[in-house]
C-alpha cells in the first residue's frame, strides 16, 4: 500500500574524496561489505577524529540495491531533517560512489559491539541492572525508527554497537523495511529511492588502490572475500523495500527469526519485539533460547518450543517470555509498541522521558 504524500526527499549527504581519507584498520566484514576506520587527512592531525567507512562492491547480487536503502535510512535519520537526530541511532557524515563501489561514513563507535561485550563479562553474562539499561536505549531507538514507518529486522548483539559514552548505536539497516500501519499517523509515508544516489560521482583514485595503505595485502583480499561475523541474512525471496502493512520477505539472522518470518505469514513491526526478547534471553542467559542443529531444527524450536528459564522466576524472564510469545497478536508491544513494553514492571524506576536528552 503506497501513500499519496511522501515527505521531501533527506538533503543529499556530503561528498567524499579519497584523495583525503586514510585507512587505519578494518574494524569488521560482512554479508553486504567492509567497514574501515578512516581518518580524513584535512581535520587536524593532533585530533583526528576518525569514522568508520562502509564499502559495497557492487558486483555483488543485490548489493547496490541494499547499499542505497540503507544509506536512505540513515539520511533520514540525519540532519537537517524535520526529526531531530537521536541519540542511539547513527548519522550519515558522507557518501562515496564509483562504477565499482559505494562507501558511506558514519560515526565511529570505540566500544565494539554489544556480543563481544558480552564476553568481556564474567560468564559471559549481563547482570539486571546492566540489562535494564541497555534495553532501555534499544527500545528507545527501535521505537524512533518505527514512529518513522520503519522495522528493523536485523537486531542482534553484533549490530548494536556501544559509543565512546557508554550508550548504545544501531546500526546496518540494509535488510530494515519501511511498512504503513494502522497505529501510525497517516503522514508517515513511503521513502523512495532518493534518484540522487544513482549516478556515480566520479573520483581520482581507483579505491582498491587505496585499501593496501592500511598495512599490507591481506587487507586487500579481505575487502575482496568479505565474510559474516556470524550467521549471514538469509533470504527466500526477493527482498521489497515498498511500502505496506505487512512484508512477506524472509531476513534476519536464524537464531533471532520470529515464528510469522518462519511461516511466511507475513510480518510488522512486532518482528523487533520478538528479536528484542530473544536479546535479552541471551543477555541474561549468554545463549539463543531456540538454537538447534541446524537451521531445520532451529526453526522448528522457534515455531513449537517455550524458552526455558533457569532459577526463581522474575519481572525479567517475565518480560522475555512476552516477548517470545508465538503469536505476534498477543507479543508485548503489538497493540501499543514500545509504550506497552517501557510499562512493564522490568522498567520500574526508568525516567524515558530524560534518556533521550543530550
Known amino acids: 500500500m503506497v501513500m499519496d504524500n511522501p515527505p521531501s526527499s533527506p538533503s543529499f549527504p556530503p561528498e567524499l574524496d579519497l584523495d583525503h581519507l586514510k585507512a587505519i584498520k578494518i574494524l569488521g566484514k560482512g554479508a553486504l561489505g567492509s567497514v574501515f576506520l578512516v581518518h580524513h587527512t584535512s581535520t587536524d592531525p593532533i585530533a583526528p577524529s576518525p569514522f ?34 537521536h541519540p542511539f541511532l547513527p548519522r550519515l557524515l558522507g557518501l562515496l560512489q564509483t562504477p565499482d563501489l559505494i562507501a558511506w561514513a558514519v560515526p565511529y563507535c570505540p566500544g565494539s559491539d554489544l556480543h563481544a561485550l558480552r564476553y568481556r563479562q564474567h560468564d559471559r553474562v549481563f547482570s ?3 540489562i535494564q539499561f541497555y534495553l532501555a536505549e534499544i527500545i528507545c531507538a527501535l521505537d524512533h525508527l518505527h514512529s518513522l514507518g520503519i ?14 559514552s557508554g550508550h ?9 523495511r519501511n511498512l504503513k500501519k494502522k497505529q501510525l499517523s497517516e503522514t508517515v509515508a513511503d521513502l523512495k529511492m532518493d534518484p540522487n544516489l544513482s549516478p556515480a560521482i566520479p573520483v581520482r583514485r581507483n579505491f582498491i588502490r587505496w585499501v593496501p595503505a592500511v598495512a599490507d595485502n591481506k587487507y586487500r583480499k579481505a575487502y575482496k572475500k ?30 533471532y527469526v520470529s515464528p510469522e518470518v518462519v511461516r511466511g505469514d507475513g510480518h510488522e ?32 524450536n522457534v515455531l513449537y518450543k517455550e524458552p526455558e528459564f533457569i532459577g526463581q522466576r522474575s519481572d525479567l524472564t517475565d518480560l522475555i517470555q512476552r516477548l517470545l510469545h508465538k503469536d505476534p497478536r498477543k507479543r508485548l508491544g503489538y497493540h501499543k509498541g514500545a509504550c506497552e513494553i517501557k510499562e512493564h514492571a522490568f522498567f520500574k524506576g526508568v525516567r524515558w522521558d530524560l534518556l533521550t536528552e543530550d
Do not use: C
Open 226 to 255: 568479505p565474510k559474516p561475523a556470524r550467521v549471514s541474512p538469509v533470504s527466500r525471496r526477493k527482498p521489497s523495500f515498498s511500502n505496506g502493512e505487512r512484508s512477506n520477505s524472509f531476513v534476519g539472522t536464524e537464531e
Open 52 to 85: 568508520a567507512l562502509k564499502v559495497v562492491q557492487r558486483s555483488k547480487p543485490d548489493s547496490d540495491r541494499r547499499a542505497r536503502w540503507e544509506i536512505e535510512v540513515l539520511s533520514r535519520l540525519s540532519p537537517p531533517n524535520p526529526t531531530p537526530h
Open 168 to 176: 548504545v548505536t544501531l546500526t546496518d539497516f540494509d535488510l530494515s
Open 269 to 300: 513491526f512486532a518482528v523487533d519485539w520478538w528479536a528484542l526478547g530473544i536479546l535479552t534471553y541471551e543477555m541474561l542467559y549468554g545463549a539463543t533460547p531456540f538454537k538447534g542443529k541446524s537451521r531445520k531444527e532451529t526453526f522448528r
Open 151 to 164: 522495522v528493523y529486522r536485523d537486531l542482534k548483539p553484533e549490530n548494536i554497537l556501544i559509543q565512546h
Open 128 to 130: 539486571a541492572p546492566v
